[in-house]
């Protein structure tokens, strides 16, 4: 029998303008790693490029996909569903900053304070 490597999940927990904000993520497959890496300059010189706006679609859609939950709420008691839909549904600035943090983690740059990695998680 084979060894089974355990999906890797993360817990991002943000300060300053965020405290509060927490987001749950899968890890990434390198591939998908790879592209959205390609995209960060992106993510960092907002507006996109006309030519970049097709990837930057992408890159959201790639992150909601490893989004396992958050406690982001619209208004009190009007959560924000951890979709795709959810996620488009955002101020682009707000989910760039979430996906660079998710980056981060999934590369291991972030301080082992800002993140805590779990195998497996736990929602409430």
Do not use: C
């Not at 569903?81 to 959810?86: D, E, L």
């Not at 291991?108 to 195998?119: P, Q």
């Amino acid at each position: 029998m084979g060894f089974v490597l355990q999906e890797e999940t993360y817990k991002l927990v943000f300060d300053g303008s965020l405290e509060g904000l927490e987001v749950t993520t899968r890890s990434a497959s390198t591939e998908d790693w790879l592209r959205i890496s390609e995209m960060a300059g992106v993510l960092r010189d907002f507006p996109p490029a006309p030519e970049d706006v097709a990837k930057l679609r992408q890159l959201f859609e790639t992150f909601a996909d490893a989004l396992v939950g958050w406690n982001l709420e619209r208004s009190p008691g009007k959560k924000v569903p951890a979709t795709v839909k959810g996620v488009l549904s955002l101020d682009p600035k707000f989910v760039a900053r979430v996906i660079l943090a998710w980056m981060d983690a999934v590369a291991g740059t972030t301080s082992a304070e800002d993140i805590e990695a779990t195998l497996p998680v736990e929602l409430d």
